[in-house]
């Protein structure tokens, strides 16, 4: 059953490759974030308690409700962004290349996790997911986009880390969950100071900084 | 009697084809208000081309004669190697799954050459189309009942289709996830609405209807009838992925998940047809990929899942 | 476990309270306290007079010791001049930022200082993005364009490089697997002793993740841009603590990591990397030294440049690594006073392009005297500290017969030095080309931040002469701990 949830979560990075959307790409992410939640959620169902929950149900409030719902309201209305992501590259190539990134990075996955005692498809989805994820950042115009990107990064390293079951503590979970929070809330801070001063919210309108 | 029985549902396969139409067509009306035509409405379309006369363009050569007559006719051996619900179907040997995938390809090649043979200029556009979205449409295909050859190691599309069991919930996710994209592959093979647009009638955004302008009489019968046969096809290629869900070989209940996979299979077509406005012609090819992509994915997860 | 209490919950205490509004005098005169009581535990650590007990989510030894000096050190002289800082004129009315600054900083030195002293590498994770939320306002300080761009930039680069650090420390968890050191709890002290049980294969890719990762947050190239763009645009004294004491708190992951491969094959391995790393750093910091038009910026490369040779220094090891780490008390105390002088001549300028500024050393009598003796520090001239470590790094480049590549460090360190006087000249003996500002010389006052910079300069100028023998028994430890 984990593994359909790998294979759903693998799907929604193909799907974050095709679309052009900023509020798909936002979907894609709270998608992730209730697939990530229910990973978690797995190995715990046999032995379920309150202190247990706890963690998913951050992830759950904080991946899925908080960082979504700020995006979109303090973001994406409030700037009126244009709905289209602006991209570098044609998004028929972009796709293509994510393919053969995934491939790659699922045969090379399968072949380092051969010894280890390690389940090769949370891994290689992870590992898709981080190399996705920073596509998005290279590949992509707008600000927002970015961010989203780097959410979708740690969504795959929060996932790595679910494949190892070499659990984090519990607290540094929580710890890293906030520190994301909070580095979200002062991106969405900058952006919204970035798009009045600059009065575009593209990375081409930061290029003052030189040598 | 095996084989009558085989030839029989075969026979109704072919008869039932125009239904499938008249039913998307129905219940479409229905969905955006209005009364629609009847169900049978695809019949009486036939019968009124079958008695019309059939006109050749001066240019015309005799591929454009033959062509109509060949594409029919893969079709309609494509429908012969296709397993409906239970039975082996009539052609069935190791490797044909690639035979149904040429034979439709042949189908189309014939259509678009007897585009070409006339050599009007908007023809020519819409072979050109119709080619170049087959380039991205052949490997969601090949990915998707390739990927399911490599795991169960077989190559006959009937013996494939039985080996799904639902013994694993993976395969679950795995028989939504394959007959997506095999819907994907169905929409753009028939042309239906998100890449093609089967009503409009501008030349600028047609790919399929674009083909058959000069064609008339018999030879649109044969078009038209070609095309109604492969959306069933391919509506009944995507029911099989469901056929483990008729457990236990009962053909009652084999022939019931049919229908029921049909009829949602409809419903999906006609709320896509409806909520759905046509893609970019520039966009198109990066959804096949992603259809494609879909069954990459799985050739990836089940081959090391299964190790 | 007290001095827990005064190194990191008095910060965390300082940082909360002063979120509720009030005088900016008193939020300074506290945060001085806090930060001399600070000092004062972090001297009396490093001494060796307090052995804490600790839990074991911390650990305090050699590398913590110094480090946690170093920014202790830097802390103080920052949060000192940071009132006349917030009270000079400006063009920019960062009345905001001024509110929200003494609860930052207090924050900032709560994080770092846990970044220090954890003893888990998850522990140090948070801490260090914490480090990095923390500064990213204070570069936004003066709430103009080329801030916010640099605030972003150094956010979102930051961000994305700690991410990648994050699964370096994951495959460090992967490679600990099967041993007891995953049922222990993944701490940082049984990794170190257990490192011949790690798998490692593991560990070198969980190196190369964390290494390149905390690149981006130490200023090695070539993930440099980020930290470049936040020394130059932030405010002089949030410029001089991400550069003299952020920079470590990246490094010291860095060498965490290299007390973990000690003594196992990657070692050799790892050691190339920082090799790499370093001589990457010093030729882009020659390329840029050439091409900067603004001082500030220059200093930033300077930066970068100084965190080379210490990775270099600590890859090479044996006497190179001892001259490494005095490299980096060295450089902590030169940079802070350097970025403390840039920071009046901008004041008095308003700009930070080399062009505009001309003639400091005659219209800012003190500022241009202390700016060219931290240049001149800078350069490695004796009797300054610089010169001695970078002599020990190239005593350790000797012994290891590594000619060649001395050769080609001595050679971009001419260079260097070369596009940096260059530059620092032209401000400082340049003449203005508009009249108006040379007819008037400006007398200058000596204030706090000459103050500081000269005791800054002086300290720097004595240690290289007169090192108290508890930094070589300490320096000594690390190099211990590094050569097993």
Known sequence: MGNVLNILFCLSLLYLATTTRVTAYLQVFV?????????????????????????????????????????????????????????????????????????????????????????????????SSVVIGLYVIIFRKKLIVHVIGFLVMENGIFLLGIAVASEMPFLIELGILLDIFVVVFLMGIAINKISSTFAADEVSALDKLKN | ???????????????????????????????????????????????????????????????????PVVSFVSILFAGMILPVSFTRPLISFNGDLILFAYLLGLSRFFQILGAMDIGSSFEGMGAAREATFAVFAEPIYFFTLGSLAFIFGRTSMYEIFHSITLGDPSFLVFIVVASISVFFLMITETS???????????????????????????????????????????????????????????????????LCVMLVLICCLVWIETMLGRFKMKSIPQYLLFAASIGILNLLIYSFFRK | MLVLFYILILPLLAGGLFFIPGGKKLKYQLSLM?????LAASYLIFAGLVAPELHQWFRIDAFSKLFLLILSHVYFWVVLNSWHFLNRPTVYSPDKSTKIFFSIMNLYLFANTLALISNHLGLYWVALESTTLCVAPLIHYYRNKESLEAMWKYLFLVSVGIAFAFIGILFLAFSAHGTDIIEKGLFLSDLIEGSSKLNMVWLKAGFIFIFAGLSTKAGIAPMHPGEVDALSYSPSPVAALVSASLSGTALIGIFRLMQITAGTPVHQFAQVLMITGGMISLLVALVFMFKVTNYKRMIAYSSVEHIGLIVLGAGIGGA?????????????????????????????????????????????????????????????????????????????????????????????????????????FSILYGKAESEGEA??????????????????????????????????????????????
């Open chain 1, 31 to 127: 998608l992730q974030s209730i697939l990530l939640f229910f990973i978690v959620m797995m190995p715990l169902l046999n032995h379920l308690s309150v202190f247990t929950l706890v963690l998913p149900l951050t992830i759950l409030v904080v991946k899925a409700i908080l960082i979504p719902r700020y995006m979109k309201k303090k973001i994406i209305y409030e700037l009126e962004i244009k709905t289209t992501i602006e991209a570098n590259i044609q998004q028929f190539n972009f796709l293509l290349l994510s393919v053969f990134s995934m491939v790659a990075v699922f045969v090379s996955c399968n072949l380092i996790t051969k010894d280890a005692a390690v389940d090769p498809i949370p891994f290689a989805a992870a590992f």
């Open chain 2, 1 to 67: 009697m095996e084989i009558l029985s085989k030839i029989t549902i075969y026979m109704v396969f072919i008869f039932a084809a125009p239904l499938f139409m008249g039913l998307v067509n129905k219940l479409k009306a229905r969905l955006t208000g209005r009364i629609g035509p009847s169900v049978f409405q695809s019949y009486y379309d036939l019968r009124r081309l079958l008695r019309k006369e059939t006109i050749y363009a001066n240019s015309a050569s005799f591929i454009s004669r033959m062509a």
């Open chain 2, 192 to 258: 239906r609405m998100p890449v093609d647009d089967p009503n409009t009638h501008l030349e600028l955004t047609m790919i399929h209807e674009v083909m058959i302008l000069d064609n008339s009489g018999q030879d649109l019968f044969l078009y038209q009838y070609s095309a109604y046969l492969k959306i069933l096809i391919y509506a009944t290629f995507t029911s099989n992925f469901f056929n483990p869900f008729s457990m236990a070989e009962n053909y009652m209940i084999g022939f019931l998940v049919y």
């Open chain 3, 34 to 38: 806090v930060s001399v009581v600070h």
């Open chain 3, 320 to 424: 190179a690594l001892i001259g490494s780490m005095l490299h980096m008390i060295f450089n902590s105390l030169n940079k802070t006073a350097m970025f403390l002088m840039a920071g009046n001549i901008h004041r008095t300028y308003n700009s930070r392009e080399t062009r505009d500024v001309k003639g400091v050393l005659k219209n800012m009598r003190w500022t241009g005297i202390l700016f060219l003796t931290a240049f001149l520090a800078v350069i490695a001239m004796p009797p300054f500290g610089l010169f001695f470590s970078e002599l020990m790094i190239f005593r350790g480049l000797v012994e290891q017969n590594r000619f060649i590549l001395l050769a080609v460090i001595l050679f971009v360190l001419l260079f260097i030095f070369i596009g940096m006087s260059r530059q620092t």
């Open chain 3, 439 to 484: 007819a008037e010389p400006k007398s200058e006052k000596f204030n706090i931040t000459h103050l500081s910079a000269l005791v800054l300069l002086l300290l720097l100028a004595s240690a290289g002469l007169f090192m108290p023998a508890v930094f070589t028994d300490v320096i000594n430890q690390i190099a211990g701990e590094l050569s097993r």
